[in-house]
């Protein structure tokens, strides 16, 4: 029987850039955070003694979280050690979920973020594991395109 129509297949997880200042700053493994949270305030009326209201608070946005194969790139330890010195320099950024050709399919957009940790690799002499760095930085906002 022949196909009535297009398919609507999930993308796949692991395909997928990060770009920092308009900059792609390599290729992450792994990238969580992506979260879109506001806080509930709960609401009485007095006059409604059983009946509790839920009412939309502040957003929240949770760290970005990105693991990749350390490399001999120093660009994103630069960045953090900007912070540390205290001089913040808060970037905007993007996560772009590719399609099978390689094609932007959803971004998701930061701004305001900056480094608030980055975490270097566990060392095991009995793995053949890549060595692992991980970056987490803080933002001040988080939309989908």
């Known amino acids: 029987m022949p196909a009535t129509g297009d398919r609507n297949d999930p993308y ?68 953090r050690k900007l912070v540390m010195d205290g001089l913040t320099e808060r970037r905007p950024g993007n996560i772009q979920l590719l399609d099978e050709a390689r094609q932007p399919a959803l971004q998701w957009n930061f701004r305001e973020g900056w480094p608030c940790k980055l975490e270097g690799p566990a060392l095991n002499a009995k793995a053949s594991e890549a060595a692992i760095e991980t970056l987490e930085i803080v933002h001040e906002g988080l939309e989908q395109q």
Do not use: H
């Open 12 to 79: 796949s997880a692991f395909n997928f850039i990060v770009e920092i200042d308009g900059v792609v700053v390599g290729g992450f493994a792994e990238c969580s955070g992506l979260t879109m949270e506001q806080e509930i305030i709960d609401y009485r009326n007095g006059d409604e003694p059983n009946i509790k209201r839920k009412l939309p608070g502040q957003q929240k946005q949770a760290n970005l979280v990105l693991k990749r194969g350390l490399t001999q790139s120093r660009e994103l330890f630069e960045w």
